[in-house]
């Protein structure tokens, strides 16, 4: 048995879009299951992600502590965004995410994983990249605004992240997979046998 996730699509019968946000919007469809009966399914339309797991000389991840309304929490999280332009290439958005919410560079990128975040009710994906050879971006600072006004930043060594996230203490999906994946790459082939920055996406298609 091969163990790999394949794409299929199940048939629609009808669709309807109650919602549409800013961003994300919500759809609802009428699929016809196996056994030929219909069901509605509600999930959320999203453009996708990226999120940046950086990691300097000293072996710490670049973080950030962000206010999160739907969970009423501030959570430690990686850099990460959404893909603002339909077939936006993922590693630009990932190295503009860095220097906005950073305000740091990197030399050397690569896929880390990819990851559905909620299958079951939104279709978001998201690509979390590996980002080396870290260094401060020239310029201004990016402007920020709304919760992010009140990010706080710093670098956290790997062993405190892991430790955290088995201890029931770090949440955020994107860090904690993202802090999971490096360690299992570590243990496996080793980072610079990860796939390279601009491999292909099947989730969300980009140009190159």
Request: glycine share 8%; with cysteine; proline share 7%.
């Amino acid at each position: 048995m091969t163990i790999k996730d394949t794409p299929e699509q199940w048939e629609v019968r009808a669709t309807a879009t109650p919602f549409v946000g800013n961003k994300t919007s919500v759809r609802t469809d009428d699929v016809v299951m196996p056994d030929g009966t219909v069901v509605g399914r509600d999930y959320q339309v999203h453009p996708g992600s990226v999120a940046v797991l950086a990691l300097d000389d000293a072996d710490r991840v670049v973080v950030l502590r962000q206010y999160r309304h739907p969970v009423r929490h501030k959570l430690w999280e990686i850099p990460a965004g959404l893909l603002d332009v339909p077939g936006e290439n993922p590693l630009h958005a990932a190295q503009r995410e860095l220097y906005e919410e950073a305000h740091v560079k990197a030399e050397d990128w690569r896929v880390l994983t990819d990851v559905y975040t909620t299958p079951g009710g939104c279709d978001e994906a998201v690509r979390i990249f590996l980002a080396r050879g870290l260094s401060e971006a020239a310029g201004d600072r990016f402007e920020v605004e709304h919760e992010e006004a009140d990010m706080e930043l710093g670098r956290v060594p790997v062993a405190d992240l892991v430790r955290g996230v088995l201890a029931g203490e770090l949440h955020n999906n994107c860090l904690v997979v993202g802090v999971l994946s490096l360690v299992a790459a570590r243990e496996g082939d080793g980072l610079d046998a990860l796939r390279p920055a601009e491999a292909p996406w099947p989730a969300r298609p980009f140009d190159a």
